[in-house]
């Protein structure tokens, strides 16, 4: 039920994997993968998949048929190609848990609004600046991450931001940023807010009407005297 092939630089899978069919935790991270073969559909039983630092370029359509996966670490495989992956991703019922960090993801593709069962979403270490209104969408989203993207454009995402109705955790540090923006209050269902690493000199009065903060997390850097 338990499998962890992680650092073997193996470069491809054998067929003899996929006769593991009661498999529910595969590693596989820094293998050297490139590809995927189809028969990973077979290995119906994985809840928890890890995939990350390789060179997978793609999904296979079979992985689709992973019915029960519920966590997958997609992270640090700088050739995929995203949109296809988030349409094989769409196709899967149980996925609560993803990570894309690291994949130099320059544009969300719109689909990710689709993986409404998404509870969270790791997109630290990327490009982007913007998340697409089809986030929105993503209701039963709790803990999001975007850290490490000096790209990333906090003040003009947060009308997405505060549509997403069930997030509770928000991560944006290492970020750039040197102020919480005006119109953070909208974030009415936040109760995380994680800014560390950012060069924040004040906290707006605004702050206090997030209601159901319950921690803020950042580093304090006040502003040198005129």
């Known amino acids: 039920e338990w499998l962890d092939l992680s650092k073997q630089e193996i470069g491809h899978l054998s067929d003899s994997l996929f006769l593991l069919t009661k498999l529910k935790y595969l590693d596989l991270s820094r293998t050297q993968l490139q590809e995927l073969?189809?028969?990973?559909?077979?290995?119906?039983?994985?809840?928890?998949?890890?995939?990350?630092?390789?060179?997978?370029?793609?999904l296979p359509?079979?992985?689709?048929?992973?019915?029960?996966?519920?966590?997958?670490?997609?992270?640090?495989?700088?050739?995929?190609?995203?949109?296809?992956?988030?349409?094989?991703?769409?196709?899967l019922p149980n996925l609560h848990m993803l990570s894309l960090a690291g994949d130099h993801i320059s544009t969300l593709p719109a689909d990710i609004?689709?993986?409404?069962?998404?509870?969270?979403?790791?997109?630290?270490?990327n490009e982007f600046t913007d998340l697409p209104e089809t986030m929105m969408q993503m209701k039963n989203l709790k803990v999001l991450y975007v850290n490490n993207d000096s790209h990333f454009n906090f003040k003009g995402n947060l009308s997405v931001l505060s549509k997403m109705t069930g997030?509770?955790?928000?991560?944006?540090?290492?970020?750039?940023?040197?102020?919480?923006?005006?119109?953070?209050?909208?974030?009415?269902?936040?109760?995380?807010?994680?800014?560390?690493?950012?060069?924040?000199?004040?906290?707006?009065?605004?702050?206090?009407?997030?209601?159901?903060?319950?921690?803020?997390?950042?580093?304090?850097?006040?502003?040198?005297?005129?």
């Open 37 to 58: 073969p189809g028969r990973i559909g077979e290995l119906k039983q994985l809840r928890y998949l890890v995939l990350s630092y390789n060179q997978l370029k793609k």
């Open 61 to 91: 359509d079979e992985f689709s048929k992973l019915d029960l996966l519920q966590s997958l670490y997609l992270d640090h495989n700088p050739t995929l190609d995203i949109t296809q992956a988030i349409a094989v991703l769409n196709e």
């Open 113 to 125: 609004g689709k993986l409404r069962t998404l509870e969270s979403l790791e997109l630290s270490e």
């Open 167 to 226: 997030l509770s955790e928000l991560h944006i540090e290492n970020d750039g940023i040197n102020e919480i923006p005006e119109g953070i209050s909208q974030l009415k269902s936040i109760e995380y807010l994680f800014l560390v690493g950012n060069s924040i000199a004040e906290l707006p009065a605004e702050i206090g009407k997030m209601k159901k903060l319950k921690l803020l997390v950042f580093f304090f850097k006040p502003r040198p005297p005129p």
